[in-house]
């Protein structure tokens, strides 16, 4: 079946960088587009970025960009986001999420998804 697992969240703070990494398994990872989601304490979904499924073309929310890098290992079934500069408003659960089609701020957007890993932004 079709599993996504997040890892590489943590405490830093702002400022700093961190880099969050998703392992796909279970579906032809390479014939679909892929995206990071976040989802802050008390607010809803928020789209941060997507990628192309043979990674030449990146999109990101505008809140993340210039700070946030997509990318894509398709040999190694993997996605990351690199998060640069971070703030204390990019407190969220990260998930990585296959999307219907590219992008959407709703669960509904998305076919699979993972547990998440949280990201922290705090001195």
């Known amino acids: 079946q079709v599993q996504l697992v997040e890892s590489g969240g943590g405490l830093v703070q702002p400022g700093s960088s961190l880099r969050v990494s998703c392992a796909a398994s279970?579906?032809?990872?390479?014939?679909?587009?892929m995206s990071w989601v976040r989802q802050a304490p008390g607010k809803g979904l928020e789209w941060v970025s997507s990628?192309?499924?043979?990674?030449?073309?990146?999109n990101y929310a505008e809140s993340v960009k210039g700070r946030f890098i997509i990318s894509r290992d398709n040999a190694k079934n993997t996605l990351t986001l690199q998060m640069d500069s971070l703030k204390s408003e990019d407190t969220a659960v990260y998930y990585c999420?296959?999307?219907?089609?590219?992008?959407?701020?709703?669960?509904?957007?998305?076919?699979?998804w993972g547990p998440g890993t949280q990201v922290t932004v705090s001195r």
């Open positions: 279970g579906f032809a990872f390479s014939d679909y587009h």
């Open positions: 990628v192309h499924r043979d990674g030449s073309y990146r």
């Open positions: 999420a296959k999307p219907r089609s590219w992008d959407g701020n709703t669960w509904a957007n998305y076919d699979y």
